[in-house]
């Protein structure tokens, strides 16, 4: 990703980091409305506060580091997809970027379908209540178990990621004496990231049936003559975090070739194409993502364009967005221990959290913003890294933000935009405790996912 230097040209504050120039915002205190929340913003006495509730409260409450959520900016959101796409098309909630029984019920009320890519997900969306013909089972190598779950309480689709799940899902299906409706998973030969899509002549990852070579069309024609399986329509998935609906462009227009393929060879139009998830949110003020009723229509219009070159029906779309669901939905709260200058460089400002609560920065080098939470500040800023409280010197949880000079000992401060990808990921490195997920609304605050104890951690331990 390529951060360009900032518009009004390098100030006496900034520093140049990593290659980039670094501006401090014009107003420490201000909130942008991109990456917050949104029912974040400050009371009069300057702290920030969600669904209503201020977070000095909050941290007294729920402790910290924690997760905090605004479940009306997620139901919002869930409404925003599935208006945009309409009755012609489905969302499915991509759960690998953050499930609990309360986030499935809420999809469920919204009238979103549900991924899930793992046995533990499927239990965790049964539990809750969602109906099985709504969610998806996805993943490179289920396990016969899962499989076998998967057909016996009768999930929407399967989608198949090889010859050899191809195989096996017919295979049970058959046993269990049930035709399984199933997509097939292919390789386009195009991977998005963020701002650019990059044309892959290889297909060197794991996931999917490469279109290239016909090894998609040879997907297809096995899987439409085994009589365990019913073949619904073809599943694209191209990346993550991506702004450029370019990728999206090129995928539909080689799954639609596909579908003509399969038309000529065997008669057949398959009804139904998915093109995935992947689509980007704002991490900091630089991320400018579209509204759900732009990609929608951007979709809308390739497929329907492609379709009828190609003389094909449109199939019904389907998309899963995780990340432009959840992300933004919530921040993480943390408090602020030892404060550490290294002069000419940064200050480092260490949390009591860290890669446990959120792996994606040592990860992926994802960015984040930081703002003080439990006041405002009008000192001077001051560039900081966040880090953790982790064994590790990757540990850290916002590479490069300004806060105010006078932070101390105590304070709080909220990183914004951790929904996605941070409690699923979280981990007990350190023996740390995974942190809650409280979720806030009109003024209550509820958790959701409670806090782990050490008793938690020493039950696993039976040795
Ligand atoms: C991860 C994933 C998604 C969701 O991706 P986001 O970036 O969270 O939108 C959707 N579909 C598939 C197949 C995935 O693997």
Not at 407 to 432: E, K, Q, W
Request: glycine share 10%; with cysteine.
């Amino acid at each position: 990703m390529s951060r360009s230097a900032h518009p009004a040209g390098p100030r006496h504050a900034d520093v140049m980091t990593e290659g980039h120039y670094t501006a401090p915002p014009a107003d420490l205190n201000a909130l942008d409305a991109k990456v917050w929340a949104r029912t974040v913003t400050r009371d009069e006495g300057g702290a920030l506060t969600v669904g209503g509730v201020e977070v000095t409260r909050l941290a007294e409450e729920f402790g910290t580091p924690a997760y905090f959520l605004d479940e009306s900016d997620f139901r919002a959101r869930c409404r925003a997809w599935a208006d945009a796409f309409g009755r012609d098309a489905d969302v499915f909630y991509a759960g690998k970027a953050f499930l609990s029984r309360a986030v499935v019920r809420w999809l469920k009320e919204e009238g979103l379908n549900l991924d899930v890519c793992s046995g533990g997900e499927l239990t965790c969306a049964l539990d809750a209540g969602m109906p099985a013909e709504r969610i998806a089972f996805h993943g490179n190598n289920k396990t016969v178990g899962e499989i076998e779950r998967a057909v016996t309480v009768g999930v929407g689709r399967i989608v198949l990621d090889s010859f050899q799940e191809i195989a096996r899902v017919a295979h049970v299906a058959q046993r269990l004496g049930k035709r399984q409706r199933v997509q097939i998973r292919v390789t386009v030969g195009v991977e998005a990231h963020t701002h650019e899509f990059i044309a892959t002549a290889h297909e060197d990852q794991k996931f999917g049936i490469a279109l290239a070579g016909g090894q998609a069309a040879e997907a297809v024609r096995r899987a439409l003559t085994l009589d365990g399986l019913e073949l619904i329509g073809i599943h694209s998935h191209i990346g993550s975090q991506i702004f450029d609906m370019a990728g999206f462009e090129v995928s539909a227009r080689r799954v639609v070739q596909l579908l003509a393929e399969v038309r000529d060879e065997h008669g057949v139009e398959l009804p139904e194409i998915d093109l995935g998830g992947g689509l980007g949110i704002a991490y900091t003020s630089e991320d400018d993502p579209r509204e759900p009723h732009e990609i929608a229509k951007a979709l809308g219009d390739i497929v329907t364009r492609e379709c009828e070159a190609a003389g094909l029906a449109t199939p019904r779309i389907s998309v899963e967005p995780g990340r432009a669901i959840v992300g933004p939905t919530a921040f993480t709260l943390y408090e602020v221990g030892t404060i550490k200058p290294l002069e000419g460089l940064r200050t480092y400002v260490s949390v009591d959290g860290g890669m446990s609560d959120n792996i994606r920065t040592a990860l992926y080098d994802a960015e984040y913003s930081v703002v003080l939470a439990s006041r405002t500040s009008d000192a001077e800023p001051m560039l900081v890294r966040v880090v953790g409280k982790h064994c590790e010197s990757g540990d850290i949880v916002v590479k490069d933000a300004f806060l105010p000079s006078d932070l101390a000992p105590g304070d709080l401060i909220a990183v914004p935009a951790t929904g996605a990808y941070c409690r699923s990921m979280a981990s007990n490195y350190n023996h740390a405790l995974r942190p809650p997920v409280v979720a806030v609304r009109d003024g209550e605050a509820r958790v959701i996912v409670r806090r782990e104890t050490e008793e938690d951690l020493l039950r696993l331990d039976v040795g």
